[in-house]
């Protein structure tokens, strides 16, 4: 679904559109769908959380207005909900879990001067992040934060892998040079790679 469209939907369901509605409905399930058995593998529990995201976004059609990409909210509401199925049909296990002293004592490698400049640039790379084309974006918080393969994202967004490689390539490309500005601010002692920059986006995200 193009963008422009899946604005001018957006808008009609504030309004109560129960037609528009039904063909955002029918234009993204299966894609959501599809992101939901990636991480529940029930068929049965997927058409649940599909249709509890849906039913929700119906209930708050009113604050959609304020939502800027429709399709990644959808993306990010469907995981969301399914990790939130997972927790609650596998309550004992996670408590078993969480009591390890293992996880319950963990401790960040970080000392607290590195954890300083770690936060300074886990915020400066979400700027970048965020600045990055409204699609390019999307694809590549879907595969970086949502850890889908690329063909599993461009089965979602019904573009052609190719397609994905070639955003997720603009993506890097960007947070490269926005890295390297970083860096020239900072002492030679300092300079931190690509590599070691993504790697600290899952740091400091889990």
């Not at 963008?3 to 129960?18: M, P, Q, R, V, Y």
């Not at 309550?91 to 490698?109: C, F, G, Q, T, W």
Request: proline content about 3%; overall charge neutral.
């Amino acid at each position: 679904m193009a963008s422009s469209e899946a604005t001018n939907l957006k808008l009609a369901i504030s309004t109560g559109d129960s037609r528009a509605f039904k063909a955002l409905f029918d234009s993204y399930y299966p894609r959501l769908y599809r992101l939901a058995y990636h991480y529940l593998k029930s068929d049965v529990a997927c058409e649940e959380v599909v249709s509890d995201v849906f039913i929700k976004l119906w209930n708050n059609r009113t604050k959609l207005v304020a939502i800027e990409t429709l399709e990644f909210y959808l993306f990010r509401a469907v995981k969301n909900q399914a990790l939130s199925y997972l927790k609650k049909e596998m309550k004992a296990v996670y408590s078993l879990y969480a009591n390890s002293p293992s996880e319950s004592n963990r401790i960040d490698y970080l000392e607290p001067d590195q954890m300083l400049i770690a936060r300074e640039l886990n915020t400066y790379l979400q700027k970048a992040i965020e600045e990055l084309p409204e699609r390019c974006r999307t694809i590549f918080r879907m595969v970086r934060e949502d850890e889908l393969t690329y063909k599993e994202v461009a089965q979602l967004l019904d573009v052609s892998p190719k397609t994905v490689e070639n955003q997720m390539s603009i993506a890097l490309k960007k947070l490269k040079l926005a890295l390297d500005a970083y860096n020239q601010t900072t002492a030679p002692t300092q300079y931190i790679s690509l590599f070691s920059a993504l790697s600290l986006l899952e740091y400091m995200g889990s």
